[in-house]
C-alpha cells in the first residue's frame, strides 16, 4: 500500500442521505416503486435533488408520517397496508415495490421487515415487497444502492453456472459496452445487477465471479460473498488505468491471457488517450480538492492524478473501507491526504487556505464557492453521467475541464469594460 | 400517513430556514440528521444565492442515538455561535430531532449567552412549510420586541404629522423562495416613495435583528404576503396598536385599492389619483382592439392563496377572462380562496395533491392555466398554454430582469406573461388550420414539443377507442370530421359537451348536425 495519510474526521456534514439513490435505481429498474416511508422533508429532498416534475407520475412516492401514525405503530402499520393498496391498485404494472425506510421511520422503530413480509403474502405472484433503508442517520448518499441491492440478494436464485456478474448500478449504454468487450474477451455469460428489469434477478452461487463497478457496495459484497460468489479483486473501471485493470481482474479469474486483454483493449485504450489529450491540457497542474459525498472521491482522485496530472490537495469520502478500496489506494501517489466524514466547516477553511483550482462538492456547496472565485464540480453529476469504461475516460474528464474552461472564457480580458 | 408523489410545500422547518437566509446576522442551529441539508441547494441552486444558508446541521447518527445528542446539540451551538457571531439565534430540529425530544432550544438557553435566542417548535408532522416560515417570523419579532411590548405606547398611524416627517412604513413579508419578492420590494418602495412614504424596514429580506427591534419606528406595516407576515403583523397590531394593510397591490386595481388604502390609514391626502390609471400599460393594452381576442376565455388558477385570489381578480377584472377553475394549496387561505371562488361561480379547490389539480384542470377544460411550476407540467401534457404565478420556486421563477408581480410594472409583467402563452396557442390553431396547406412543412414543429401532438393524438385515438362512448352513443363520419376542424385546446370540452346533449336527448348517432345542436343548447 502506498503511503496514504488517513484522517477522521467528524462534526456538521453537507452530504445526501440515502434516499437520494432512488433518483437513480429507479431509473434503473423501470417495474420497481420506491416508496419512502418518512415525512415530508424525505418527500422534498427526493423531488428537490431529482426535479421530479417531469413525471406525471413518478415511480417513486413518500408515505408521509403524521402526527396519529406517530401515536400508535400498530395503526402506523395499517395506514401503510392501506397506502400501499392504494398505490398498487393505482400502479397495477409495478412488480417489485421497495419499501424504504427513513429518520423517522428508523427511530420510531418502524418494522418495514415484517410489513413486507405480510404484504408479500397478500400479493404473492403478483407483486414483491423487499425493504431497506435510506435514512441519514445511517447512509449516505450512495449507499442507499448499497441497501437497495442487499435486500434484494435474498431474492435471488442459486446456480452453480458459470457467470461473471457485474455489481452496481451503470448507465444502460455503457453496460452494452462492457458486455460487448467481456465478449470479445471470451466471456460471454455476462450478468448485471440490478438488472434493467426487477424480476429478472441474476441466479447466484460458487461459481459467480462479481466484479463491482461501483466502490460504494460494501454491504451488498459481504452477502455474495456469503452466497459463495467469488468476489474479484480490481480498482474501479474510471479512467483508461482503472478501466484496464479492471479488465484484466476479471480475465485472471476466468483464466484468459493478459496478452489476450491487451490485444482487444489496447485500440480502445488508443482511441481513448487520444481523446483525453485537450483535457489533459487544461487539467494538467491544477490542484484539486475532493469534498466528501459519493464514495467514488478516491477513484477520481486516482484517475484525475494520474491520467490528468492533477495535484491532489485532499480527498474527502464519507466513509472508508480500506478492504474494498485497497487496489485504488495503492495507485494514489504517496502522500496522498484522505479525509473519512466531515466538518463542513472545517474543511471549507481548508478549501480557503489552500486555494485550489477546482473543488468537487455537493450542490448546497457549489454556489458558495464559485461566488468565491473557486471553481466547483457537483459530485452528483458523477452519478448520473455515464462515466465507467476506456471509451468514457474522455468525458469523465470532461466533467472536470468543463468548469476550468469556462472559468477562462468568463474572466478573459476581452470583458474588461471602462 | 399521506400517499405523496410531489409536494407543493416543504417541511416546516424549510420555512425556519427562508427566514433565516433572508436576514442578516443570524444563524440558525438545526438539529437534524445529514440528509437534511439538501435544503441549502434551495437557496443557492434555485435562487442562485452566493452565499450558505446560515445553517448549521448538528448531524446526528444513529450511533448517537444510543448515547447523548444533547451533548451533540450543545456542541454544535457552541462551534456555530464562536464561528459566526450571530447577534440572534434560532434554535429547533426537524422531524426526526422532534421524535427525540432534546429540546435545543431549552439546551441553548441554558449555555449564557447574551444575544437573543429564539426557541422554534415547529411541528413537522402537522405543518408546512409555509407556516414555518410565518411562525419563525413571528417568534423572532415576539422575542426582539418583548421589552418593549410593555414600555411604548401604542402607535397612533398620524403621528408622522405631530413628528413633521413622512410617514413611514414596514413592508413585511418578502422572503427567499418567494415568488418574485426581490422585485417586489423594489416596485413598492417606488411607489410608495412617489406618494412621499418612507420605508422603514423591509423583513425579513435584507433585515438584521436591529432592524426588527426598529420595526415600531414606522407608523403602519404593509403585509405584502400573508403567508409569511400575517401573523406577525397580527402581533404588532395586538401589542403595539400597528396598523397593517389587507390589500395585496397585484394588478391595477388592487394597486390603486393598496395606495388608497394606505393613504387612509396614515391620513395623507392622495394628490394623483388620476395619474394612478395611466401607470402601467395593462389597462390600454386590455383596451386596444388587438386583445379582443381574450374576452372570455377559459382560465384556470391554482397557486399559493396569495397569488391565486390576485390572478382571479385580475384574469376577471383587467384582462376579461373568464375563471373557470380556482384553487390552492395553502390551507392557511382556504377560507379567502373560497370566497373569491364564490364571487366567481366556481367551487374553489383546496388541496396538496398535484393530481386532482390536473384532474380539476382536465374536467374544466380551460384555454390558459395559472399555476405553479407542477401546473405547467400538467398543462404541457394536456397541451394547454400555461404562465407560472406561484410557488413553489423554479430556477426559471428567479428571472436575472426585472420582474416583478406587484404595482404597475408587475402588471405590465404580468400582461405580457399570461397573454404570450396564449398567443402561442392561436398561432398552435393556426398550425392545427393550415396544416393541410400544401406549403405547410410536415412534421412542422410545435412550440409545446412533442407533447402538445401527443396530447393531440391522445383525443383522437380517445375518439377511435370510444367509438361507443357512453350508454351506446356512436360517433358517424361527419360528427367526427367535424369534430376535427374544432380547434383543438376546447375539442375535448366539445366532445364531452355533444356526447351529454346526446344522453340528454336520447340521441344515438352523432352526425355534424348533433354538433352543432349540442353547441345552440349549451351557448
Given at each position: 500500500?502506498?503511503?496514504v495519510?488517513?484522517n477522521?474526521?467528524?462534526g456538521p456534514?453537507?452530504?445526501f ?8 435505481l429507479?431509473r434503473?429498474m423501470?417495474?420497481a416503486?420506491f416508496?419512502?416511508?418518512?415525512s415530508?422533508?424525505?418527500?422534498h429532498?427526493?423531488q428537490?435533488a431529482a426535479g421530479?416534475m417531469?413525471?406525471a ?9 403524521e402526527?396519529?401514525d ?7 402499520h395499517?395506514?401503510?397496508?392501506r397506502?400501499v393498496?392504494?398505490?398498487?391498485s393505482r ?5 417489485t415495490?421497495?419499501?424504504v425506510?427513513?429518520c ?9 421487515a415484517?410489513v413486507a413480509e405480510?404484504?408479500?403474502?397478500r400479493?404473492l405472484g403478483?407483486v ?7 435514512s441519514?442517520i445511517?447512509?449516505t448518499?450512495?449507499q ?10 435474498p ?8 457467470k ?9 449504454n455503457?453496460?452494452d459496452r462492457f458486455k460487448?468487450?467481456f465478449g470479445?474477451?471470451?466471456i460471454?455469460?455476462v450478468?448485471?445487477?440490478p ?7 441474476p441466479?447466484?452461487?460458487k461459481?459467480t465471479k ?6 460504494y457496495?460494501s454491504d ?11 468476489i474479484?479483486?480490481a ?8 478501466s484496464?485493470?479492471?479488465f484484466l481482474?476479471?480475465?485472471k479469474?476466468f483464466?484468459?491471457?493478459e496478452?489476450?486483454?491487451h ?11 487520444l481523446?483525453?489529450?485537450?483535457h ?13 459525498e459519493?464514495?467514488?472521491e478516491i477513484?477520481l ?12 490537495i485532499e480527498v474527502?469520502?464519507?466513509y472508508l473501507?480500506?478492504d474494498?478500496?485497497k487496489?485504488?489506494i495503492?495507485?494514489?501517489?504517496d502522500n496522498t ?5 466531515q466538518?463542513?466547516?472545517k474543511q471549507?477553511?481548508?478549501v ?5 483550482d477546482l473543488v468537487?462538492c455537493g ?5 458558495p464557492l464559485e ?5 466547483t464540480?457537483w459530485?452528483?453529476e ?9 471509451d468514457q475516460?474522455a468525458?469523465l474528464?470532461?466533467?472536470f ?11 478573459s480580458?476581452t470583458l474588461?469594460?471602462? | 400517513?399521506e ?7 416543504g417541511?416546516?422547518h424549510?420555512?425556519?430556514m427562508?427566514?433565516a437566509s433572508?436576514?442578516?446576522e443570524?444563524h440558525y442551529?438545526?438539529h ?9 441547494l ?5 435562487e442562485?444565492?452566493g452565499?450558505?444558508p446560515?445553517v448549521t ?5 444513529a450511533?448517537d442515538?444510543g448515547?447523548d445528542?444533547a ?16 447577534k440572534t439565534?434560532l ?5 426526526t ?7 435545543p432550544?431549552a439546551?441553548a438557553?441554558?449555555?449564557?449567552f447574551?444575544?437573543p435566542i429564539v426557541?422554534l417548535e ?12 410565518s411562525e419563525?417570523?413571528y ?13 411604548s405606547?401604542?402607535?397612533?398611524p398620524l403621528?408622522w404629522k405631530e ?5 413611514k412604513?414596514n413592508?413585511l413579508?418578502p422572503s427567499?423562495?418567494g415568488?418574485?419578492c426581490?422585485?417586489d420590494?423594489?416596485?413598492i418602495?417606488?411607489?410608495?416613495s412617489e406618494q ?9 429580506l435584507g433585515?438584521?435583528?436591529n ?10 406595516n ?7 407576515a400575517?401573523?406577525?403583523c397580527?402581533?404588532l397590531?395586538r ?5 397593517y394593510?389587507?390589500t395585496i397591490p397585484?394588478?391595477?386595481k388592487n ?11 396614515l391620513?395623507?391626502p392622495?394628490?394623483n389619483?388620476?395619474?394612478?390609471e395611466?401607470k402601467?400599460?395593462l389597462?390600454w393594452y386590455?383596451?386596444?382592439?388587438d386583445?379582443?381576442y381574450?374576452?372570455?376565455?377559459r382560465v384556470?388558477?391554482?397557486g399559493?392563496?396569495?397569488?391565486a385570489?390576485?390572478?382571479?381578480k ?8 373568464e ?5 390552492t394549496?395553502?390551507r392557511e ?5 373560497r ?9 374553489a379547490?383546496i388541496?396538496?395533491?398535484?393530481l386532482?389539480v390536473?384532474d380539476a ?7 390558459l392555466?395559472?399555476g405553479t411550476?407542477?401546473e405547467?407540467h400538467?398543462?404541457k401534457r394536456l ?12 430556477v426559471?421563477?428567479v428571472?436575472?430582469r ?10 405590465n409583467?404580468?400582461?405580457d406573461?399570461w397573454v404570450?402563452p ?7 390553431h393556426?398550425i392545427?388550420?393550415?396544416k393541410?396547406?400544401f406549403?405547410f ?5 410545435s412550440?409545446?414539443?412533442?407533447t402538445?401532438?401527443?396530447?393531440k ?5 380517445d375518439?377511435?377507442?370510444d ?11 361527419s360528427?367526427r370530421a367535424e369534430?376535427?376542424k374544432v380547434?383543438f385546446?376546447?375539442r375535448?370540452k366539445?366532445k364531452?359537451?355533444?356526447e351529454?346533449y346526446a344522453i340528454?336527448r336520447?340521441?344515438?348517432?352523432i352526425?355534424d ?6 353547441k345552440?343548447?349549451f351557448s
Open positions: 500500500m502506498s503511503k495519510e488517513f477522521k474526521e467528524t456534514r453537507e452530504v442521505c440515502g434516499l437520494t439513490s432512488i433518483v437513480w429507479h434503473r423501470p417495474d416503486f416508496l419512502v416511508v418518512g415530508r422533508t424525505c418527500a429532498l427526493i428537490s421530479v417531469i413525471f407520475e413518478p415511480r417513486f412516492g413518500t408515505a408521509i408520517l402526527e396519529k406517530l401515536a400508535g405503530l400498530a395503526d402506523a395499517e395506514e401503510l397496508d397506502v393498496n392504494d398505490l398498487i400502479r397495477p404494472e409495478i412488480k415495490l421497495f419499501l425506510g427513513s423517522p421511520s428508523e427511530v420510531i422503530k418502524l418494522d418495514l415484517t405480510k404484504l408479500n403474502k400479493f403478483k414483491r415487497f423487499v425493504n431497506y433503508s435510506g441519514g445511517e447512509t448518499f450512495t442507499g444502492e448499497d441497501g437497495a441491492l442487499k435486500a434484494l440478494i431474492l435471488m436464485e442459486s446456480s452453480n453456472e458459470e461473471l456478474l457485474l455489481v452496481g448500478t451503470l448507465a444502460n455503457v453496460e460487448k468487450i470479445n474477451l471470451g460471454s455469460n450478468e448485471s445487477f438488472p434493467r428489469q426487477s424480476t429478472e434477478l441466479k447466484i452461487g461459481n462479481v466484479l463491482l463497478t461501483q466502490p457496495l451488498t459484497i459481504r452477502d455474495l460473498k456469503h452466497r459463495g460468489c467469488e474479484i479483486s480498482p474501479f473501471p474510471l479512467g483508461i488505468e482503472g484496464t485493470k479492471w481482474a476479471a480475465a479469474a483464466k484468459i491471457s496478452l489476450k486483454v490485444e482487444i483493449i489496447s485500440p480502445l485504450i488508443n482511441r481513448a488517450k481523446a483525453l489529450e485537450s489533459k491540457e487544461i487539467l494538467k497542474g491544477k490542484r484539486l480538492f475532493l469534498l466528501p459519493s464514495q467514488l477513484s482522485a486516482r484517475f484525475l492524478h494520474n491520467e490528468c496530472e492533477m495535484n491532489l474527502g469520502t464519507p473501507n480500506k474494498l478500496m487496489e485504488e495503492n495507485l494514489l501517489p491526504k484522505i479525509v473519512e466524514g466538518h463542513v466547516e471549507l477553511d481548508r480557503r487556505e489552500s486555494n485550489p468537487v450542490m448546497g456547496l457549489a454556489n461566488a468565491e472565485g473557486i471553481s464540480k459530485s452528483i458523477m452519478v448520473f453521467s455515464p462515466i465507467h469504461g476506456i475516460a468525458d474528464a470532461g466533467l475541464s468543463k468548469p476550468l474552461r469556462r472559468n477562462q472564457i468568463l474572466t480580458k474588461v469594460t471602462n | 400517513m400517499l405523496t408523489l410531489w409536494t407543493y410545500e417541511p416546516p424549510v420555512g425556519a427562508r427566514i433572508s436576514m442578516k443570524i442551529v438545526l437534524a440528521p445529514q440528509g437534511d441539508t439538501y435544503a441549502d434551495l437557496f443557492t441552486m434555485i442562485r444565492r452565499q450558505r446560515p446541521y448538528t448531524t446526528f447518527q450511533r442515538l448515547g445528542t451533548e451533540l446539540v450543545k456542541k454544535n451551538i457552541k462551534e456555530a455561535v464562536e464561528r459566526f457571531k450571530p439565534l434554535v429547533g430540529e426537524s422531524c430531532a422532534e421524535l427525540i425530544q432534546d429540546q432550544g439546551l438557553k441554558g449555555m449564557g447574551d444575544m426557541n415547529l411541528p413537522a408532522y402537522s405543518k408546512k412549510e409555509n407556516w414555518g416560515a419563525t417570523f417568534q423572532l419579532a415576539r422575542t426582539l420586541l418583548k421589552e418593549k411590548v410593555n414600555s405606547e401604542k402607535i397612533n403621528r413628528l413633521g416627517r413622512r410617514p412604513v413592508i413579508g427567499l423562495l415568488f418574485r426581490r422585485d420590494v423594489i416596485e418602495q417606488r411607489i410608495l412621499g412614504i418612507d420605508t422603514n424596514v423591509v423583513a425579513p433585515a438584521s435583528p432592524d426588527i427591534e426598529r420595526l415600531i419606528d414606522a407608523e403602519i404593509i403585509c405584502l404576503y400573508k403567508e409569511i400575517e401573523a406577525s397580527e402581533w397590531k401589542n403595539f396598536g400597528m396598523e394593510t389587507n397585484i394588478g391595477i394597486t390603486i385599492e393598496f395606495i388608497n388604502e394606505v393613504h387612509n390609514k391620513d395623507l392622495l394628490s389619483k388620476e395619474e394612478l395611466n402601467s400599460k389597462p386590455s383596451k386596444s382592439v386583445s379582443n381574450l374576452t372570455g376565455k384556470f388558477i391554482f399559493d392563496g396569495t397569488h385570489i390576485a390572478a382571479a385580475i384574469a376577471k377584472d383587467e384582462l376579461g377572462f375563471v373557470v377553475g380556482l384553487g394549496y395553502s387561505m382556504a377560507r379567502q380562496v370566497a373569491t371562488a364564490k364571487e366567481l361561480n366556481v367551487e379547490l388541496t396538496n395533491n398535484y386532482e390536473e384542470m382536465k374536467k374544466a377544460a380551460p384555454e392555466v395559472l411550476q407542477m405547467r400538467s398543462a397541451g394547454i398554454p400555461c404562465s407560472v404565478i406561484s410557488t413553489p420556486m423554479h426559471q421563477d428571472p436575472a426585472y420582474s416583478p408581480q406587484m404595482g404597475w410594472e408587475g402588471a409583467v404580468i400582461f406573461d404570450h396564449l398567443m402561442m396557442g392561436l398561432e398552435e393556426l392545427d388550420m393550415f393541410h396547406d406549403e412543412v410536415d412534421g412542422h414543429q412550440h409545446l414539443g412533442h402538445a401532438s401527443k396530447t393524438d391522445l383525443i383522437s385515438s375518439d377511435k377507442k367509438n361507443n362512448p357512453k350508454e351506446g352513443i356512436i360517433w358517424t363520419e360528427g369534430l376535427t380547434p385546446f376546447v375535448g366539445v364531452t359537451n355533444t351529454k340528454l336520447g340521441i344515438p348517432e352526425s348536425e348533433t354538433l352543432y345542436d349540442a345552440a343548447y
